[in-house]
């Protein structure tokens, strides 16, 4: 008899579609994919058995990714925000160019977002030409590169806005500087400071090519120019 129950339920259990479970489990970043369960949160397939996504929404791993994509979404408002008022401020500028046509708000945004991550690891921005295709699978469309650029300008005035947050809110904060004289003189500012979780932080706040080496009064107006 209790075979026969644990078979029972297994069989229930195995009818039981991805559509249910993820009304049973709301507010668990889990979504319905073809038939499949799946976690938005740690980007994985999930077993339709109760107990198994009971025992995987109780992970280390869930709760990280789900607070991670709670971040994302508060990070992703504030830009969409600013993106806004940056637009009011500049429309004069801005008219005539990409960045004031009739587009949606979640394409600004994702136009946004890959110049931002294309900027993060260095690329240059020409190769999203040869990335377009890719780019625009979740039918967001872009432009070319040298439209996107245009975005630049945004996206620093945001850089600098995020550092003084950082800073404002960070303890013992350092200012360092160096040059180098390999070829041309260049001169690298540099903040380190400990966040507000006690993680010690560092941002370049300015990278600087000059045509000669500086002497110690020009080197004070570059700092005070800068901080």
């Known amino acids: ?52 996504i009971a025992l995987h929404i109780s992970s280390m ?22 993106f806004k008022s940056y637009q009011q401020e500049h429309w004069a500028e801005l008219k005539g160019t990409g960045m004031t046509e009739a587009i949606s708000e979640d394409t600004a945004f994702h136009r946004i977002c890959v110049v931002s991550s294309f900027l993060n690891v260095g690329v240059p921005l020409r190769k999203i030409d ?36 950082e800073v404002e809110a960070g303890v013992a904060v350092s200012v360092i500087f160096d040059g180098s004289t390999h070829l041309e003189e260049a001169l690298a500012i540099v903040l380190r400071f400990i966040g507000a979780d006690w993680q010690i932080e560092q941002r370049l706040v300015r990278l600087h090519i000059l045509a000669k080496s500086l002497n110690a009064s020009q080197l004070a107006r570059e700092l005070i120019t800068c901080l």
């Open 1 to 52: 008899l209790e075979n026969s129950r644990v078979l029972l339920w297994e069989r229930t259990a195995f009818c039981v579609g991805a559509a249910t479970r993820v009304s049973e489990f709301p507010d668990e970043e889990l979504e319905a994919d073809g038939g499949k369960l799946v976690c938005k949160a740690c980007s994985c397939e999930v077993a339709l058995k109760k107990s198994v």
């Open 61 to 82: 791993r869930h709760k990280n990714g789900k607070a991670s994509m709670a971040k994302q979404a508060q990070r992703q408002m504030l830009v969409r925000k600013s």
């Open 130 to 165: 040869y990335l377009r295709p890719l780019l625009e699978a979740q039918h967001r469309r872009l432009t070319h590169s040298s439209h996107l650029r245009q975005y630049l300008p945004f996206l620093l005035e945001e850089e600098r806005k995020l550092i003084k947050t």
